[in-house]
């Protein structure tokens, strides 16, 4: 065996342009499937964080105006929806609402020190959280003090405070007066979306105080629902059509009038997003395999010029006595090392590169977030038995690529090898 290990690096050293080549086509391979697969699963992981991992299905219904006619009533109507709707909801929905949570919200100009900014005001009770992801950073959270007493207090996002206080860090904005459609009100605490995909500049403040100042009846904008129970498609399509029914039976409207009121549910959108996520590994794996297979066809031509060049060479090693089994030996031993060395470096370089992207990316978001790390590429990284059965798949075309030609070298004769090549 050592002197089988002796020879191929005495071959290697003799034929380094040969050696180099057959390397390189093994490992530009083996890199670019590391560096494809794992930017993708970077880049997949990172919206999967942004958008998917909530537990709860949020179901939002927003009133709006009927496009079909209804038990004599025309079409065109209008339909307001108010709090008794959504006590209704929970009462007729035990199995699959866990809470509801109404909202009244509106458009409104926010401006401090000459500063301004078109964003919108969204009126909520205490508890609201779970249907408006947020992060406290500074300051406080709405209080029922605060719906009892209208307060004219409210909280501001990260996203605003770079328009209305581009100069001031967000945590020391708690106390400040701005004005809000030239009403005064005192910032109680600052908030940042929690998704990084979230620019919303909303003001949030207390739904009494909201009601108050710009609504003059019981109507609110929208009812979010935190269901559950709802595991599958069928399930979540079946709880909506059954919502719809139950809101046409309570406002008179047609049960097949999708214009009504709208119902948005997030199932949904993760389902849309898994089957972007489905098309986009497709697309990666076709690539990265094509690219395998590029590697491969470079390997195998390489080796098989390789095995042309060395007839002479084997058929003096055989005429000089040495076994047939130990010349092929020779030939695929040398290029199952060579496969395997520079798959080796293969992906050593690409998951260098993926962790510098990955470092890369991540201090660019957080500058460009204030630090509050919002990037969308997140644990970039190849599952270690698809490198294995990469490498694996180089090593068995070099085999294959190296056993035919080698099969025919040692079988001519010394002779008609010399003639051959001379």
């Known amino acids: 065996m050592l002197e089988l290990f002796s020879e191929i690096f005495a071959s290697v050293r003799h034929n380094k342009t040969r050696f180099l080549l057959t390397g390189l086509s093994t490992a530009w391979g083996i890199f670019l499937l590391i560096v494809l697969l794992g930017t993708g699963n ?63 919200d509106r458009n409104v100009v926010v401006s401090c020190r000459n500063k301004y900014s078109d964003t919108d005001i969204a009126g909520y009770y205490p508890g609201y959280e779970p249907v408006r992801h947020i992060v406290l950073i500074a300051g406080r959270n709405l209080n029922d ?59 949030i403040a207390p739904f009494t105080t909201v009601r108050s100042l710009w609504f003059e009846n019981d109507d609110i904008s929208k009812i979010s629902i935190v269901a559950r129970g709802l595991d599958s498609e069928a399930e979540n399509h079946r709880f909506v059509e059954q919502l719809r029914s139950h809101m046409a039976a309570r ?15 997030t199932y949904d959108l993760a389902l849309y997003i898994n089957s972007l996520f489905r098309t986009i590994t497709l697309f990666l794996w076709i690539v990265g395999l094509s690219t395998l297979v590029a590697g491969i066809v470079g390997v195998s031509n390489i080796m098989l010029i390789t095995v042309r060049e060395r007839t002479r060479e084997l058929a003096v090693r055989k005429a000089m006595g040495a076994k047939r089994r130990s010349i092929i030996s020779l030939v695929l031993t040398e290029s199952v090392m060579v496969t395997l060395f520079f798959g080796y470096v ?46 694996l798949i180089m090593v068995a075309a070099g085999l294959l690529a190296g056993y035919m030609p080698a099969k025919k070298a040692v079988s001519i004769k010394l002779v008609e090898a010399l003639a051959a090549i001379d």
């Open 251 to 265: 406002k008179q409207f047609s049960p097949a009038d999708r214009k009504a009121v709208t119902i948005t549910n």
């Open 145 to 203: 003090l605060d719906i009892v007493n209208h307060r004219k207090v409210c909280l501001i996002s990260t996203n605003l405070c770079k328009r209305v206080f581009p100069a001031d860090d967000p945590k020391d904005l708690v106390g400040r007066i701005i004005s809000v459609n030239d009403i005064a009100f005192t910032v109680a605490g600052v908030y940042r979306p929690s998704k990084s995909y979230n620019v919303s500049r909303t003001v």
């Open 42 to 104: 970077g880049i997949l992981n990172g919206i999967s964080h942004a958008w998917l991992d909530e537990d709860d299905n949020i179901v939002t219904i927003e009133p709006s105006t009927t496009m079909l006619p209804w038990n004599g009533l025309p079409v065109n109507r209008s339909i307001a929806i108010n709090e008794e709707d959504g006590s209704s909801i929970m009462e007729s929905f035990p199995d699959n609402v866990t809470a509801w949570v109404p909202e009244l």
């Open 346 to 391: 293969g992906m050593l370089l690409g998951i260098g590169v993926i962790k510098l992207a990955d470092v890369i990316v991540s201090a660019t978001a957080d500058t460009a977030s204030s630090g509050v790390g919002s990037s969308v590429f997140l644990n970039p990284g190849v599952d270690p038995g698809i490198v294995l059965g990469a490498t």
